[in-house]
Each structure stands twice: as structure tokens, then as C-alpha cells.
């Protein structure tokens, strides 16, 4: 299969602790995008890169949460010190510029 | 900035049966508009997509949709569902142009049709 893979599927983790999520897009996709989706909702826009640059932050992001695509290729999103509130699947789609997003299966947190 | 609203939470139908699912954005500029689908137990798909020309749009599984500029409006329709369509609808719209960036999605409809 070579859509967007998410790790890990699950995860678990205790309030006050520090999560971190991958993506690896399709290959030669050169736009990134994070979203986070809560029950009974679509999906929400946190992030996106275009190679390796962060072109646009939602509000969303609060200063708990980053994310980075170093060599422009797979993303990590980490969320430090989780709260209740953080409790969601987070999405990760690609892209080639000006075409459709590709999805993941998504990583779900959830927090103890 | 730019906001989606899709007419009803949960569509219950019987096989056969044809479907209409609603969605509103709100958005002056240039758009383009798109229709996603997940199954139970799988990702997002694209459905169909609008960037321009005609505003009828065929799309996958013999599912179609009009984009009314004056309306504001890209309904989904299909003439006779299956039960293998039970599954969430979401819509979705972003900027138009040759760039674009981020979606904002509707909150989404769950379709289920029954045998």
C-alpha cells in the first residue's frame, strides 16, 4: 500500500505527558497537512508544510503543540503536557500542489 | 473566513431509494469544492471535486453534485443507493486558485441504508 501511513494507530497516554505522532506522505507529495477530528465533527485544519517550510498555523495550534517536516518528506506532530481536551484522532493528508489531499487512517489519542 | 454546514447530522434510507445531502459554505472568493467518504473502519476518500467549468460533476459509485454559485451551495445526490453506501459524507471547500492549501470541512452526514 503506498497511501499515507500514520503511527502509531492508538494512543494512550496520561494526562501532563508528551505525545508524538508520524506521518509518512505518499511519495513526491510535496504538500503536508495535519487535522484533528473529535467525535460528531469533521475534521479541523491544525497545520501545513509545502516541502520542509510550515506555510500556515491554525489557531488551534496552541504553543503545546508542533510540528515539524525536516527533510521534507515525513512529519511528526508532538503535543507536550496533554490535557483532556486533546482527546481526538489526528488526521494527516498529502498532496502535489494544486491536487486533492490523500488521507491517512489517523492516529487516536486518547488521554487518561 | 470560510465555513461549511451540511444540512442533516443522520440519513436513514432503504436500498433504492435516492439521496440528497446538503452543504452551505461560506466563502466570497473563488472556491474549490469537494465531497469526501469514509466507510466504516477505513480513511477519508475523495468522492468528487469541483475546481471549475461545468457545475455538475460526476463523481465515483455513480454519486454527482451541482455547485450553485448563487446559492452558495454543492449538494450531493445519487439516484438509487446501495446498502455498501452506509458510510459518513463530509464536504469540504478551500480557496480556489492553483495553490491551495487548507480544507474546512462540514461536521459531516452518516448515511444508512438499509437492505
Known amino acids: 500500500d503506498t497511501g499515507v501511513s500514520q503511527n502509531p494507530r492508538h494512543k494512550i497516554t496520561k494526562r501532563g505527558q508528551n505525545v508524538t505522532f508520524r506521518c509518512d506522505p505518499i511519495?513526491?507529495?510535496?504538500?503536508l497537512y495535519w487535522y484533528r477530528q473529535t467525535l460528531g465533527q469533521g475534521p479541523e485544519f491544525l497545520t501545513y508544510?509545502?516541502?520542509?517550510?510550515?506555510?500556515?498555523k491554525s489557531r488551534l495550534l496552541s504553543d503545546r503543540f508542533s510540528a515539524e517536516r525536516p527533510k521534507g518528506s515525513f512529519s511528526t506532530l508532538e503535543i507536550q503536557r496533554t490535557e483532556q481536551g486533546d482527546s481526538a484522532m489526528y488526521l494527516c493528508a498529502s498532496s502535489l500542489l494544486g491536487d486533492v489531499q490523500h488521507f491517512g487512517d489517523g492516529t487516536r489519542l486518547s488521554i487518561l | 473566513a470560510q465555513s461549511v454546514s451540511q444540512h442533516n447530522h443522520h440519513v436513514i434510507l432503504s436500498e433504492a431509494a435516492s439521496l440528497e445531502l446538503g452543504c452551505n459554505y461560506s466563502?466570497?472568493?473563488?472556491?474549490?469544492l469537494f465531497w469526501y467518504v469514509q466507510y466504516p473502519g477505513q480513511h477519508l476518500q475523495l468522492l468528487l471535486k469541483y475546481f471549475s467549468g461545468d457545475p455538475l460533476v460526476k463523481g465515483i459509485k455513480g454519486f454527482e453534485a451541482e455547485f450553485i454559485k448563487s446559492k452558495f451551495s454543492f449538494n450531493l445526490r445519487k439516484p438509487s443507493v446501495q446498502w455498501s453506501d452506509t458510510a459518513e459524507y463530509f464536504c469540504a471547500v478551500n480557496a480556489g486558485g492553483t495553490s491551495y492549501g487548507k480544507l474546512t470541512f462540514g461536521q459531516g452526514t452518516i448515511l444508512t441504508v438499509h437492505p
Open positions: 508544510f509545502q516541502n520542509e517550510a510550515q506555510l500556515e
Open positions: 511519495s513526491e507529495h510535496n504538500r
Open positions: 466563502y466570497g472568493g473563488t472556491v474549490n
